[in-house]
Structure formats: C-alpha cells, structure tokens
C-alpha cells in the first residue's frame, strides 16, 4: 500500500493484540491510518495464557510504520467497556472509516477440542468460544456501526476463516467462523440504505506468532517447518492480509463488494499487493492444486 494513502483515516481493530489483527493494524498504519488498538493483553497483565504480545506493542508497531497507533484495553464480551469505547472514539475523533472485527480467543478450544465429534465437546468450552468469537463482534458492531452510519460511509470487517461453507472440521469452530460470514452479509444488507458496505475476509494459511511456535521455528527460519507440514510453504505471514485491508480501505468502489466474502488470494489478484518477502502467496490456488479432495465444487 502507497505510503499516506489512508492518511486522515480513523480505523478500529478490535483483536489487535497479535496474528491477523496484528499485521492489519500495522499495514493500515503503513498507509498512514490512525489505528484503534484493542484487545486485553497489556504490558504486565497478559490475557491469553503465556503470550508475550500485547496491545502497546502492536500500536507501537503501527505509528513506527508510519500510521498512529493507541492501544486502549477493551473486553469486547462486556458491553460496557466497548460502548465506552465507541464513545471515546467519538469524542477523539471526527467519525470512524473502517471497523475491523478480529476478536478470536479460541485458541485453547482448538487445542483441546479438535478432532471430537460435537457429541463428545465440552459444552462449556464450546459455549465460551462462540461468546469469545461471534457475541463479540455482534456487540462490537452493534456500537461501531452508529460512528459509520453518521459520516454516511466506511467499511466493516469481519475476519474469518475461509470464503466457502465447507466444514472446517469441528462443530464449533465451524460455527465461528461461517457465522463470521454471515455476519458481514446480515451487516451488509442493513447497512446498505446508509452507505457503509460490510464484507468477510480470511487469509490463506497464516504464519502467525503461534503458528511459528507451534513449529518451533521463526519467521526468519519458517521453512523448516516444511518438513513437518508441506502445506506450510503455501503460508502468509499477517503482513499480506494487512495489506489486503489496506486496499480495501482505500477502495473508492468499495460498496461494489459489500456483501461479500473476500480472501487475501483473490484480493492480490486484484489490488496486485505483495506480501513482506515480495512473494504473492495464493492459497486458494494451492488449495485446490494440492487438496482437491476437499475442495467444494
């Protein structure tokens, strides 16, 4: 994304914390955005287990990019904290351009409870995952939505995994994240008298800080991963999606894709963005060159 080109745009990514929401604060920060920052991992007070990432950090990452990041620590599952949110955003700013739901906090669910048939889930933890992933963003909506309806533009993304309805191998899961979908389709057609458009966005196989971990390997080293999971080298690191945000923020033909469901893959086919080594990963390409068998006709 050119330097600048979001320059005087004010922008919210709730999730910022790390991944995904990481790399789309920071590459909206490279075209010179002022980035919201939230999360509930602060310096001193992590809270997802032992992850070192925090909100200041990633709001640091953004303003030394280019942008200007403030991190504010917001538990998006209390409606309290993120209408008091919204509210300083208004107070501080002259309106909102882009709301960008990232919200997961379902990483220990996955660990614990992929590859159960939904009959033997925990329903407590099935229950505190969908309240992590979906009551989040419906309430985060739900307060940032007004700050766009009154400029009469802007965007909303919902950040999900995968552009299809395929099964994604867990019930509950599942559910997050085509209910993510969805959402940014239900937002879509209310938000259209108003001239806000709301669309899904997933990334390919992302390099996130975990995923790197989970490897035991780093970004510099990520290839050695490769040999523990071949599909490894199709990956993307969350630079690529920041970049795909990006584009998307600075679409003055943006409402064309309100609605939709978008991918990094098919994005850089479009706006031709590159990813942090000059690469141009296509996971959707890859995908249905190498797992044919799960592709959905």
């Not at 002022?34 to 007070?45: H, I, M, P």
């Amino acid at each position: 994304m050119e330097p600048g080109k979001l320059k005087g745009k004010v922008t919210v990514v709730a999730g910022a914390t790390r991944g995904a929401g990481r790399g789309i604060a920071v590459g909206l920060g490279r075209a010179g955005a002022t980035v919201y920052c939230t999360g509930r991992s602060v310096r001193g007070n992590p809270a997802s287990g032992d992850r070192p990432e925090t909100i200041e950090e990633t709001a640091e990452m953004v303003t030394a990019a280019g942008g200007t990041g403030i991190a504010v620590q917001v538990d998006h599952r209390v409606e309290a904290q993120v209408k008091a949110f919204f509210d300083r955003v208004r107070t501080e700013q002259s309106g909102l351009d882009l709301l960008v739901n990232d919200v997961w906090g379902g990483e220990r669910y996955v660990v614990s409870e992929f590859g159960k048939p939904f009959w033997e889930l925990s329903i407590e933890k099935v229950l505190v995952m969908l309240q992590n992933a979906i009551h989040t963003h419906i309430i985060t909506s739900r307060y940032g939505a007004p700050l766009l309806i009154e400029r009469g533009k802007g965007l909303i993304i919902e950040i999900t995994d995968g552009d299809t309805f395929k099964f994604r191998g867990n019930l509950a899961y599942d559910l997050a994240k085509v209910s993510a979908m969805r959402l940014a389709y239900a937002m879509s057609e209310e938000l259209k008298p108003h001239g806000v458009a709301a669309l899904s966005l997933t990334p390919g196989f992302l390099r996130s800080e975990e995923m790197l971990d989970h490897f035991g390997v780093t970004e510099e080293t990520w290839r050695d991963a490769i040999q523990k999971d071949t599909h490894f080298r199709a990956s993307e690191t969350p630079y690529y999606i920041g970049e795909a945000v990006a584009a998307l923020a600075a679409d003055p033909n943006i409402f064309e894709k309100s609605g939709t469901y978008q991918s990094t893959w098919k994005l850089k086919r479009e706006y031709g963005f590159f990813d942090k080594d000059g690469s141009q990963p296509d996971w959707g390409h890859y995908y249905e060159q190498n797992l044919p068998e799960l592709v959905i006709k």
